[in-house]
């Protein structure tokens, strides 16, 4: 009887530590990789706009939503561009700061309402657009706003694709 009650202690307290193991595994494999201190400090932030804002660019390389995240983490938003004197200002930005291939996420989307773009920040349809000629051509594949950053068009991209730039703004 002891040897067995012994034996069931031994058993519950593998079993914690087992448990304990599995779950802070768990943990590690869901954390997502922390953004590297230096590229938020090193990062510059663009001349002001007329409407008060500027933006910042980061040379990462990561998803649409990963975008949108990392901006609202930092306490910024995901970029709009809503006037062509916004589009110079950022042109001019990304042109100076950032090497080829420079493109960046802007922060609008046509998920779930295919043809109709709109900016995650304001929750607004584009009203000002600076797609390239032809653009947006990806139909209901290709759902998210990049800028190219050497002429300031846009281009719409797989909201997958982890090649592409985070863009925020700091809030006008
Ligand atoms: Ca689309």
């Known amino acids: 009887m002891a040897s067995s009650s012994f034996n069931f202690v031994h058993f519950l307290i593998y079993g914690l530590c ?35 804002k500027q ?6 390389y990561m998803s649409f939503i990963d975008f949108i995240e990392h901006c609202h983490k930092l306490g910024l938003q ?26 960046f996420w802007l922060g609008g989307a046509d998920i779930g309402r295919e043809g109709r773009y709109y900016w995650i920040a304001s929750l607004s349809e584009f009203t ?26 846009w281009y719409d991209q797989y909201c ?4 592409v730039q985070p863009l925020c703004q700091t809030i006008p």
């Not at 062509?84 to 090497?99: I, P, Q, R, S």
């Open 55 to 60: 933006y910042v660019g980061y040379n990462l």
């Open 128 to 153: 000002f657009t600076s797609w390239g000629p032809g653009y947006p051509n990806g139909g209901r594949d290709e759902n998210c706003a990049t800028i190219y950053g050497g002429d300031g068009s």
């Open 18 to 52: 087992f448990a304990t193991l599995v779950s802070s595994s768990l943990e590690n494999e869901l954390k997502k990789p922390e953004t590297p201190l230096g590229a938020i400090n090193d990062a510059k932030f663009s001349n002001l706009t007329q409407s008060g």
């Open 160 to 163: 997958t694709n982890d090649g």
């Open 78 to 103: 995901p970029a709009n561009v809503l006037t062509k004197e916004e589009n110079d200002v950022l042109t001019t930005y990304l042109d100076g700061n950032f090497a080829d291939p420079k493109y």
